[in-house]
């Protein structure tokens, strides 16, 4: 096992699937090709759902989204049918690894880990995320860093705008917006010799989700546009160097890990799950059809015949209207696992524009996770093994979409992430077998030489001890 004096670096990629990393671009990319030759990697499965919210918090809290009750970006809030909010760190009912490691005494900074808005007070320093709202004051602690930060690379970054058009635009960004955020680690870094340094980075999931079609030829949708893969290659021979650059101030006495929280894949098309289950009697309007793409939300729905209701997104949520529960409800409860095998039944009769079959993956949270906390959707259904998004807004005349319902998009995300480490003085296997994210954080903090809460559903890795 290694010394729990060891530092330990963690440079996390999100939604890096190693098709990419270990293949597609790792010619253009030699810092890494050196760390991997010194190192053991190979696949890191993602948790249900495969999401960058929660995936982090999984991966780091060693607990399951329903224990962390965390299941995206966004939850609905109880006795109300739009009224939504996004996850904080502060919500979260298990401690992460830097929590804990602060507890214990050790330094920590922790730059971009999601979810990290408002960025909680640790031992040493926290850069909030990507989920910072436009214009915030307030994204590290302590708060006297803030104009350090600022000053390093001339501002900070914490996200583009990507689901647009525009993809020159967005690709110069996301190389400013990456190329600040590891000049700002590499000040951070060389301000005092800390236990956890933790980095996060989500330019690689906006590069996917902007230019997928423009570098894989198998996409639905390929594009042959030379100065768009351009961009693409530009980013990752970007991304290497500022790889590079920070591994160049790592000594010899720290483990660098490079992790991912699930991986990417070309997006086949959209679901329309409110059009499906409006066709199938579960979900009515008061009004006529709306203009295409019109958020649910905005419409006028007759509560009084609808018993469910979906939200888009990776995968589709599904709520019913339960008497008692919501404010207009009219399903008993008793009726839930009857109304839930009968959805289950009809998806599995859809078929996909090409004839194949939709092969929905209907999944109740109180049956894949250890305990229900937070505000979960009453049911997770995923399409086609990912590869179709659910479709939330109307309007579409169709249950297929070729496009994201909320703007241009290329990918949609996968359940095979990247794991690596190095360890100096520690013989390199190479590419190993796949791993649970769940055991990641209990592997660090075991490393680390930290006991492990006895609530915890993470195992340590043991050949990574």
């Known amino acids: 096992m290694a010394d729990p004096k060891a530092r330990t670096l963690v440079l996390g990629l999100d939604s890096m699937p190693p098709e ?6 790792l010619p253009k990319m ?53 009224d939504t909010y996004s996850p904080t760190p502060q919500m979260l009912p298990h401690p992460p ?46 708060a006297s860093l803030i104009p350090e930060i600022l000053g390093v690379a001339g501002g ?13 635009r967005i690709g110069n960004e996301l190389i400013d917006m990456t190329q600040k955020r590891w000049a700002v680690a590499r000040h951070l870094w060389k301000k005092e010799p800390w236990d956890l340094f933790a980095l996060h980075e989500i330019g690689p999931d906006r590069i996917h989700h902007t230019f997928w079609k423009f570098f894989d030829t198998t996409h639905p949708r390929y594009e042959d546009v030379p100065s768009y893969r351009a961009l693409v290659d530009r980013y990752y021979t970007m991304l ?56 649910i939300e905005k419409l006028s729905v007759d509560w009084s015949k609808t018993t469910a209701w979906g939200a888009g997104g990776y995968y589709a949520r599904i709520f019913f209207n339960v008497k008692g529960r919501e404010p207009e409800g009219i399903l008993p409860s008793f009726q839930i696992p009857a109304i839930t095998q009968r959805i289950t039944t009809q ?3 859809v078929t996909l524009p090409n004839g194949q079959p939709l092969r929905p993956d209907v999944r109740a949270p109180a049956k894949i996770y250890r305990e229900v906390q937070g505000d979960a959707p009453d049911l997770m259904v995923y399409f086609a093994n990912l590869k179709w998004r659910s479709a939330g807004t109307l309007g579409h005349n169709s249950l297929f979409l070729t496009e994201n319902d909320t703007g241009p998009d290329d990918s949609v995300h996968s359940f095979d992430g990247i794991y690596l480490m190095s360890e100096p003085g520690r013989a390199p296997r190479g590419r190993v077998g796949e791993e649970s994210i769940l055991d ?18 993470g195992k340590p890795i043991v050949s990574l001890l």
């Open 30 to 82: 030699p810092h890494m090709r050196a760390l991997m030759a010194r190192a053991s990697y190979g696949v890191l499965r993602s948790c249900d759902p495969p999401i960058t919210v929660p995936a982090w918090a999984v991966m780091f809290t060693g607990m399951d989204p329903g224990s962390l009750g965390i299941y995206g970006f966004r939850h609905r809030r109880p006795g109300t049918y739009w």
């Open 240 to 295: 290497d160097e500022e790889i590079g650059k920070l591994l160049e101030l790592v000594g010899d006495d720290v483990t660098t890990f490079v992790l991912s929280d699930h991986g990417s894949m070309a997006m086949d098309g959209c679901f329309c799950i409110n059009e499906w289950l409006i066709q199938k009697g579960y979900l009515a309007l008061k009004a006529p059809a709306p203009a295409r793409g019109t958020p």
């Open 156 to 168: 900070y970054e914490f996200d583009v705008t990507f689901r647009a058009e525009d993809r020159e």
């Open 97 to 142: 690894a830097w929590e804990l490691l602060s507890r214990a005494g050790k330094r920590v900074c922790v730059i971009g880990m999601p979810p990290g808005y408002p960025p909680p007070t640790l031992n040493g320093v926290y850069i909030s995320d990507f989920l910072t709202p436009d214009g915030a004051k307030d994204f590290a602690t302590p």
């Open 440 to 457: 990641m954080g209990p592997t660090i903090l075991k490393r680390m030489g930290l006991e492990l809460p006895e609530r915890m559903q």
């Open 347 to 349: 998806l599995s009769e």
């Open 20 to 25: 990419l990393l270990y293949d597609k671009f």
